[in-house]
């Protein structure tokens, strides 16, 4: 049961590289996120997808791309990396409606 | 004022004690609170979700919503070494709000002491 899974698990980069998350779901969910964690800060919602063929921006959507290639995979780039994007990212998924969201592992992002 | 207030800890219990973590909010609209378990270097796990007032038990762990305080409760019975980890609250709006925002507490470090 893989539920969420998120490649790669860590990633050192220089600033001004790009760099694309990738994240998949194997539960039919319609819904997935990105989220970032830091330190005092909590998890902070980046963008998301409601379904299938849309996507809106969250609480912190500066600096980030993101596309819902299908149902299963929402993917996350970086365009041009910069070190405050240094961070902890999450992709969840959830199902209709007011369901709850489960989360992958995490990608560890250094930006140097 | 914040949405979502959550005491970071840590805090360091003895194992077998009951564990109390709690977070108030202050958006009346919130319906659906959820408690996530987080481990070093993993993802938040759904350990209980409830809606709107009242509680819920699922084995050691008991939710409590008193939506009129506007705070939320997770017990843990029998503590143990696993349970040591950081728990977030979490909640998301009913009719008046937006299924997919949900608004998270900072997270309590729980600690269990041998």
């Known amino acids: 049961n893989a539920g969420v899974t998120q490649t790669p698990k860590f990633q050192v980069l220089k600033t001004g590289q790009s760099m694309t998350l990738q994240c998949a779901q194997d539960?039919?969910?319609?819904?997935m996120y990105w989220y970032r964690q830091d330190p005092g800060m909590g998890l902070r919602l980046i963008y998301y997808?409601?379904?299938?063929?849309?996507?809106d921006k969250g609480e912190v959507p500066n600096g980030y791309n993101v596309s819902r290639l299908n149902k299963r995979e929402f993917s996350l780039r970086l365009e041009s990396a910069a070190p405050s994007q240094t961070s902890v990212y999450f992709c969840?998924?959830?199902?209709?409606?007011?369901?709850?969201?489960?989360f992958g592992d995490g990608t560890r992002l250094s930006i140097l | 004022q914040k949405e979502v207030e959550q005491d970071p800890g840590p805090l360091s219990v003895p194992e077998g004690a009951i564990v109390s973590l709690n977070c108030t909010y202050s958006?009346?609209?919130?319906?659906?609170f959820m408690w996530y378990r987080q481990y070093s270097r993993k993802g938040p796990e759904l350990l209980m979700y409830?809606?709107?007032?009242g509680n819920k038990e699922d084995g050691r762990f008991t939710a409590q919503v008193d939506k009129s305080s506007k705070y939320i409760s997770l017990f843990i019975r029998d503590s143990q070494p696993s349970d040591s980890a950081t728990y977030l609250c979490?909640?998301?709006?009913?009719?008046?709000?937006?299924?997919?925002?949900?608004?998270f507490g900072k997270g309590t470090l729980l600690t269990m002491n041998p």
């Open positions: 969840a998924s959830s199902g209709t409606g007011q369901q709850p969201q489960h």
């Open positions: 539960m039919n969910h319609n819904s």
């Open positions: 997808s409601a379904s299938e063929g849309t996507t």
């Open positions: 958006n009346s609209a919130f319906q659906y």
């Open positions: 409830t809606y709107s007032s």
């Open positions: 979490a909640m998301s709006g009913g009719s008046g709000g937006s299924n997919y925002k949900l608004t």
